[in-house]
């Protein structure tokens, strides 16, 4: 189980036998040791590769674990650039960056309905119609939650022309032309 706040893994053990019990393991090939009296033990490890090798208790007993785990989790993060109108498709484009576990799931609002994206890509940008937003929160894949609260309106208008007249200037030589 990872745990957000600290940025580690907690593994709970469980014992039968006779105390004090010894777990050998090594973290990133390093040889260590956890002893314990109690018949259930959690320990929290921070990120590496870890092989549970034995437990052994009072009497000399051994039971093989051969457990291998790597942790390489990431505390979770979200950055959002400033919206910038996209001509090209009408609509609001917003670039996120993230940190943490992919994938990601921004959950907000938008024109009051709850809505949700969600992405692999810790780079990621999104092309968002007009409306009210209130972008909320964003999960990651270890159920780690960080808080956004950044509300954005947008109210952007297509571009647009047209030639509504245009006469020939005899004085000139050319063509007078009034845009809309």
């Known amino acids: 189980l990872y745990l957000c706040d600290s940025n580690k893994t907690q593994i709970d053990f469980s014992f039968q036998g006779n105390p004090p ?85 921004i959950y907000y609002l938008y024109n009051g309905v709850n809505s949700q ?17 209130l972008f909320a929160t964003v999960k990651d894949a270890t159920n780690c939650y960080k808080q956004i609260n950044q509300a954005f309106s947008f109210n952007y208008l297509p571009i647009s022309a047209s030639i509504i007249q245009q006469t020939y200037d005899c004085d000139s030589n050319k063509y007078k032309v009034s845009i809309h």
């Open 21 to 105: 019990f010894s777990i050998a393991y090594t973290k990133d090939l390093v040889p260590l040791t956890i002893n314990t009296n109690a018949t259930t033990q959690t320990e929290y490890f921070t990120n590496g590769n870890y092989q549970f090798s034995t437990v052994t208790d009072a009497t000399g007993c051994v039971i093989n674990l051969n457990q291998s785990h790597q942790f390489n989790f990431d505390t979770i993060d979200i950055s959002l650039n400033t919206p910038a109108y996209n001509c090209d498709s009408n609509k609001t484009e917003i670039h996120f960056n993230f940190q943490g576990n992919a994938p990601w799931t």
């Open 117 to 133: 994206l969600t992405t692999s890509q810790s780079s990621y940008t999104e092309l968002f119609p007009n409306g009210n937003y």
